[in-house]
Nanobody, 124 residues
Framework: EVQLQASGGGLVRPGGSLRLSCAAS????????IGWFRQAPGKEREGVSF??????FYANSVKDRFTISRDNAKNTVYLQMNNLKPEDTAVYFC???????????????????WGQGTLVTVSS
């Protein structure tokens, strides 16, 4: 059974850091792309970052602050989030895409499995 388990969210002050984990089971990360998305209260879900075949992509709003990485041995994708801002507050989801044109990594219909989400709150 394919599963994605997102974890690592919490409450952090502005300027702080968190590392999110997306533990995959039922498939090998090597065969798929993994994206991180987020949904803030009252807003649409948006793409944050994506990793596949050594390629990494970031939304402009998080570039230079967030870093995506993958540990194939642990079958886990990480999202290191530094210099967090209040506008980063959202529920963060990881999702799997079997194949997609890299230019469309933020296009949600390409993602066939989604994790349950983990809440990140950035507040003083």
């Amino acid at each position: 059974e394919v599963q994605l388990q997102a974890s690592g969210g919490g409450l952090v002050r502005p300027g702080g850091s968190l590392r999110l984990s997306c533990a995959a089971s039922g498939f090998a990360l090597d065969d798929y792309g993994i994206g991180w998305f987020r949904q803030a209260p009252g807003k649409e879900r948006e793409g944050v970052s994506f990793i596949n075949v050594g390629r990494k992509f970031y939304a402009n709003s998080v570039k230079d602050r967030f870093t995506i990485s993958r540990d194939n041995a642990k079958n886990t994708v990480y999202l290191q989030m530094n210099n967090l801002k209040p506008e980063d507050t959202a529920v963060y989801f990881c999702a799997r895409a079997p194949r997609l044109p890299f230019s469309l990594w933020q296009s949600q219909p390409y993602y066939t499995y989604w994790g349950q989400g983990t809440l990140v709150t950035v507040s003083s």
